[in-house]
């Protein structure tokens, strides 16, 4: 599979809202409802931010929201702070029981 | 509390075969529905999806490294190991175990660097 298509990077100032896009085929990301997202910072592993398209784990500020519409899933971060800047990853289960990775979006703090 | 840690060689040469183990605690490799996945990630890249493995013992690989990659499970000692054959340079990376109940990873290991070089 090719990984999903993510914009390299994606910044804004304190407060503001912004979004990341990733984009699939009707193969992964249309085709099921199960598009994760995850937030890495510098020599840290993934923390998931966002499973099943839309759905927040337990701890995940609800600053942070996910949607989809057709092929491209999309992670909002509103009311951006300081600790918000790291990569981010979508992934998307693509059947079979194997999943693809999104290219990451390094997300950067005005 | 739910912990994995990676454990391996820092160093492999081209060739080789690299064995990684994944210890896990705070859950059980038995529970249905649990599943552990190998990632991994070349510096400054991409996260990549290597193999799953579920409490079932089912089995599934990336389709561009299936050929490469063989996972197994030793419940007894809560270990997922990966081996992956025929190392080169571009299989340097970070590799993490990560803990899945559905879907989606919610725990993840600290990962560890493997470095291929002769």
């Known amino acids: 599979q090719s990984a999903l298509t993510q914009p390299a990077s994606v910044s804004g100032s304190p407060g503001q809202s912004i979004t990341i896009s990733c984009t699939g085929t009707s193969s992964d990301v249309g085709n099921y409802n199960l598009v994760s997202w995850y937030q890495q910072h510098p020599g840290k592993a993934p923390k998931l931010m966002i499973y099943e398209d839309s759905r927040r784990p337990s701890g995940v500020s609800n600053r942070f929201s996910g949607s989809k519409s057709g092929n491209t899933a999309s992670l909002t971060i509103s009311g951006l702070q300081a600790e918000d800047e790291a990569d981010y990853y979508c992934c998307s289960y693509a059947g079979s029981t194997t999943y693809v990775f999104g290219s990451g979006t390094k997300v950067t703090v005005l | 509390q739910v912990t994995l840690k990676e454990s391996g060689p820092v160093l492999v040469k081209p060739t080789e075969t690299l064995t990684l183990t994944c210890t896990v605690s705070?859950?059980?490799?038995?529970?249905?529905?649990?599943?552990v996945s190998w990632i991994r990630q070349p510096p400054g890249r991409a996260l990549e999806w290597l193999a799953h493995?579920?409490?079932?013992?089912?089995?599934s690989y990336s389709t561009s490294l299936r050929n490469r990659l063989t996972i197994s499970e030793d419940t007894s000692k809560s270990q997922v190991v990966l081996t992956m054959t025929n190392m080169a340079p571009v299989d340097t990376a970070t590799y993490y175990c990560a803990r899945s109940e559905a879907y989606e990873w919610d725990y993840w290991g600290q990962g560890t660097l493997v470095t291929v070089s002769s």
């Open positions: 493995i579920f409490s079932n013992d089912e089995k």
């Open positions: 705070g859950f059980s490799l038995r529970n249905g529905g649990m599943g």
